[in-house]
């Protein structure tokens, strides 16, 4: 390209000077025409015009890096988090709203020790008997009816979990550099730690549920069995005798 443009300046300067000889007067001095000189001053014209060319090229290289860090350090405009956080909320609220017995260890000794005792006083009255075994049954139908409930809303929170994962995705597709990438795949992973926290507390309520209702079942044993010692030890015991059920005549 530099030799094409010093042909032109050369043939343009050659063809100025003649014109010029030609429409002067005879009388007038004619102008010599340097053309070493000339060629010298394109080349370094032409020099001077490929260096600011790179320059050029040169500043766009670095703005264009620098766009490109600029995307890799922008943070992703979608969030999960408060999302999550309500589904959380929302599990741990339906554990908390257990009945009867909480999630408490205290809460558990007290109540077994009142009416899952691992054994029954002689002198225990009948009454006492009946109202734990009550008791009892409504502590496991209550169990079931919790479990219930957390079962409800771990299948409603699916749909939540859902819909995040498909925004997360889309975004991470979409993401223009490294840390939106990176922060999409960690939201992701926080979606699945919801559904696994839901997971855990179903685990627990169906856990709580049966083993009230195995305690209940345990304890019965040990009731019927106070029962059967009390009705026995009345009086001189039990004496069976022959009982005439309908009068011969």
Partial sequence: ?????????????????SLNAAFKPAHAQVAVFDASNFAENVMTAARELQQVNNEIQSLENQATMLINQAKNLASLPYSTLAQLDQSIDQTQQLLSQAQNIAYDVTTIDQAFTEVYPESYSAL???????????????????GYEDAMNVQAGAVQN???????????????????????????????????????????????AQGRAAALAGAAKAESKEEAETELNQFLSIGSGYQPQTVEMFHSQ
């Fill in 1 to 17: 390209m530099t030799r094409s443009y010093f042909r032109v300046a050369l043939t343009a300067g050659i063809a100025s000077v």
């Fill in 124 to 142: 225990a009255s009948s009454a006492q008997l009946e109202s734990d075994a009550q008791t009892r049954w409504e502590n496991a139908r209550a």
């Fill in 158 to 204: 699916l749909a939540t979990a859902h819909s995040e994962v498909d925004a997360l995705v889309s975004s991470s597709q979409s993401a223009e550099g490294a840390l939106q990438a990176s922060q999409a795949g960690n939201q992701i992973l926080g979606v699945l730690s919801g559904q696994l926290a839901d997971v855990t507390a179903l685990i627990a």
